[in-house]
């Protein structure tokens, strides 16, 4: 099955630097590759998105870049500011029958210091 | 628009006693459903995924299952809790395969 490999698992950046986690993902069919961010005591919610047939996606300070042949993919968070602290979770995902399963990697802590 | 509701928010149980926890997704038809588990620290381990009534997948084996015994419901059990059952369960749903999953609010099981 799919295995997801996140690293690091914590970050801390100055504000205003930019920030960026790895991912790398087992399985070959996998073609759909989400970020969440979690804030302390609170659900996962989507920040951005790709799909395998494309190779960066860019919304505003936010980037996510895939490279399916080294099966990895990257968040890039430009400027960052303290709001950006959470954790965030990339994940990855392959039709298997009608459905896709997401796997997700361990999560980065990122602390913005002000 | 669609919701998604999972209760309770926090739990507390002892050794051996049983568990249910309850998924309801309201907006939509016949979603795709997930179980999920966060221990603390940890990243998001994909429990039990449902793509229809009476339809459970399981990812890894364990003390727990799930029941879809509606559409748009989910239900994760076990008979006998064990100290390693304590985490932070969140429950999601997807209108289609490889689309965004979105969240429940969570349930913080701690067994003691």
């Known amino acids: 099955g799919e295995n997801v490999e996140q690293h690091p698992s914590t970050l801390s950046v100055q504000e205003g630097d930019s920030a960026v986690i790895k991912c790398t993902y087992s399985d070959s069919a996998s073609n759909y590759f989400p970020w969440y961010k979690q804030e302390l005591g609170k659900r996962p919610q989507l920040i951005i998105d790709i799909r395998s047939n494309v190779g960066e996606k860019k919304d505003q300070r936010i980037a996510v870049t895939l490279n399916k042949t080294a099966k990895h993919f990257s968040l890039h968070i430009t400027e960052t500011q303290p709001e950006d602290s959470a954790v965030y979770f990339c994940?990855?995902?392959?039709?298997?029958?009608?459905?896709?399963?997401?796997?997700f990697g361990q999560g980065t802590t990122l602390q913005v210091k002000p | 628009s669609q919701t998604i509701h999972q209760w309770p928010a926090t739990l507390v149980q002892p050794v051996g006693s049983p568990l249910s926890l309850e998924c309801t997704v309201e907006g939509t038809s016949n979603p795709n459903l997930y179980w999920y588990r966060q221990a603390a620290g940890r990243g998001l381990q994909l429990l039990f995924y449902?793509?229809?009534?009476?339809?459970i997948s399981s990812e890894v084996p364990q003390n727990l299952s799930a029941s879809r015994p509606q559409d748009r419901q989910f239900i994760l059990s076990s008979k006998k809790l064990l100290l390693s059952d304590s985490g932070f369960y969140l429950c999601?749903?997807?209108?289609?395969?490889?689309?965004?999953?979105?969240f429940g609010q969570g349930t913080r099981l701690t067994v003691v």
């Open positions: 449902s793509v229809g009534i009476g339809q």
């Open positions: 999601a749903w997807s209108q289609l395969a490889n689309t965004e999953a979105f």
């Open positions: 994940a990855a995902s392959g039709v298997t029958g009608n459905t896709g399963k997401l796997i």
